[in-house]
């Protein structure tokens, strides 16, 4: 298995392409983007505001040549709208459609209350993780995950984390995540969980 290690910028659209693909089957962006033709593409756009995020302003790590990709938001430096409006955000409307964005922003609202109210003090926030369909199954999201984790047990803080497949979630109760809470992500929109872990 390939080390672990920061994503260069030069890799940035690998790592694009990496969640873009790792998330077109998530109930989340299925339900954003309900045209199947278009969803590819549409993940793939979607996908670089956080991964842009990630390589500015947080953590962004990959392995597997960068067909594996974890975004951690450091609290030294945490999750800012500015942030998100530096890396492209504003132009994701016109880029993704309005009606796919409102959705987004619906689902941003709901989680965005379990964070602030669960997990108020500095803390690791896995914004993504996700590893390229024809390597899962090898370690290599779980890895990025352990080295995440290790970083925050060594300082002491908690992670959180949201996700909108529950097959997911027991998988990070692996990690040591527990459930905060799970709410519907919009107006017919699939259920979203909350998690959180606290250091060990």
Request: aromatic letters at 10%.
């Given at each position: 298995m390939e080390l672990i290690g920061e994503v260069a910028a030069k890799d940035h659209e690998r790592a694009v392409a990496t969640i873009g693909a790792a998330f077109e089957s998530d109930p989340m962006f299925e339900w954003m983007f309900p045209v199947p033709e278009t969803r590819p593409n549409l993940a793939r756009v979607f996908a670089a505001v956080p991964v842009r995020y990630g390589l500015r302003?947080?953590?962004?790590?990959?392995?597997?040549?960068?067909?594996?990709?974890?975004?951690?938001?450091?609290?030294?430096?945490?999750f800012s709208i500015l942030g998100m409006v530096r890396s492209g955000f504003l132009a994701m409307p016109f880029r993704i459609g309005f009606g796919s964005f409102r959705r987004f922003m619906s689902a941003n609202d709901v989680m965005g209350r379990y964070h602030k109210k669960h997990v108020p003090e500095p803390h690791w926030y896995l914004f993504a993780v996700g590893v390229a369909p024809e390597v899962q199954g090898q370690g290599l999201g779980s890895a990025l995950i352990r080295e995440g984790l290790s970083l925050a047990d060594a300082a002491g803080h908690p992670c959180y984390l949201e996700t909108s497949n529950e097959r997911n979630v027991p998988y990070y109760e692996r990690f040591g995540f527990r459930v905060l809470g799970s709410a519907p992500l919009g107006k017919d929109g699939p259920p979203g969980w909350a998690m959180r872990r606290d250091a060990r």
């Open positions: 302003f947080g953590r962004l790590t990959g392995s597997g040549e960068t067909r594996a990709v974890a975004i951690w938001i450091p609290p030294e430096q945490p």
